[in-house]
């Protein structure tokens, strides 16, 4: 078992200066705990074969973002760095009332500007 859905209080505690950085490893999908602390990210593993990340959207509605790791089903994205996290290529999630496209790169969030966007909440 990686991980039993439990993080440590020191990853809990909402440093400003922190970076986006992976602070759980699970088996499962549906051992992702609910609530994740700011700028934190849970990777989903099956015998040991990474398959998706999991963290919440950095705009200000925090939705959930569940991003597939396995490189068999497309589109998929790449994982380097669990304490200055980046993820590749970028998140671009896109609902009738919403655009979030943005990169995580080294732990910070570098968001995509685009005059055609509408809005980013």
């Known amino acids: 078992m990686a991980g039993v859905g439990r993080i440590s ?3 809990r505690v909402p440093l400003p200066w922190r970076r986006w950085r992976v602070v759980l490893e699970v ?3 549906d051992e992702i705990p609910h609530k994740l602390p700011r700028r934190t990210a849970v990777i989903v593993a099956n015998s040991g074969q990474r398959t998706w ?3 919440d959207c950095p705009c200000t509605l925090r ?3 569940l991003i597939n ?3 068999t089903r497309r589109p998929f994205w790449t994982v380097s760095g669990a304490k200055r996290l980046t993820l590749g290529p970028s998140v671009d999630d896109i609902t009738q009332t919403r655009r979030c496209h943005f990169w995580l790169r080294k732990g910070a969030i570098q968001w995509v500007h685009n005059n055609s966007e509408g809005p980013r909440p």
């Open 53 to 55: 990340i999991a963290f």
């Open 9 to 11: 209080w020191w990853d």
């Open 63 to 65: 939705h959930r973002l």
């Open 69 to 71: 790791l396995e490189p």
């Open 27 to 29: 088996d499962a999908a």
